[in-house]
């Protein structure tokens, strides 16, 4: 029986590094439960921060509160933001270019 029960909720992209045999691990999990890569590296965070008693002594000091950010988290554009212009391919482009000097 899993360890990790894995359910839906709003994520953010964020980048970090593992050990070789960890990432395996990490995928070879994800199979184990049906589950994304993502999903087990979020549930097992979550099962160690809330296991780790001196992890939830520390949350409640004002430490916690003076920590600085090291995640490195890819922010998403904004909803506001101007779509960005989508590039044709340079073929597409010439095979235009072509028709229109092929019907003169």
């Given at each position: 029986m899993?360890?990790?029960e894995v359910t839906?909720?709003?994520q953010i992209s964020?980048?970090?590094r593992l050990d070789?045999?960890?990432a395996a691990q990490v995928d070879q999990y994800a199979t184990f439960i049906h589950a994304s890569a993502d999903d087990v590296v979020n549930k097992a965070l979550n099962y160690v921060f809330v296991k780790d008693r001196?992890?939830?002594d520390f949350l409640k000091s004002p430490q916690a509160k003076q920590v600085s950010s090291t995640l490195r988290i890819?922010?998403?554009?904004a909803n506001d933001a101007p779509?960005?212009?989508v590039k044709k391919?340079?073929?597409?482009?010439e095979a235009v270019d072509s028709a229109r000097v092929s019907k003169a």
């Amino acid at each position: 029986m899993p360890l990790l029960e894995v359910t839906q909720s709003r994520q953010i992209s964020a980048s970090v590094r593992l050990d070789e045999a960890t990432a395996a691990q990490v995928d070879q999990y994800a199979t184990f439960i049906h589950a994304s890569a993502d999903d087990v590296v979020n549930k097992a965070l979550n099962y160690v921060f809330v296991k780790d008693r001196d992890f939830q002594d520390f949350l409640k000091s004002p430490q916690a509160k003076q920590v600085s950010s090291t995640l490195r988290i890819r922010k998403a554009p904004a909803n506001d933001a101007p779509e960005q212009p989508v590039k044709k391919p340079v073929a597409a482009v010439e095979a235009v270019d072509s028709a229109r000097v092929s019907k003169a």
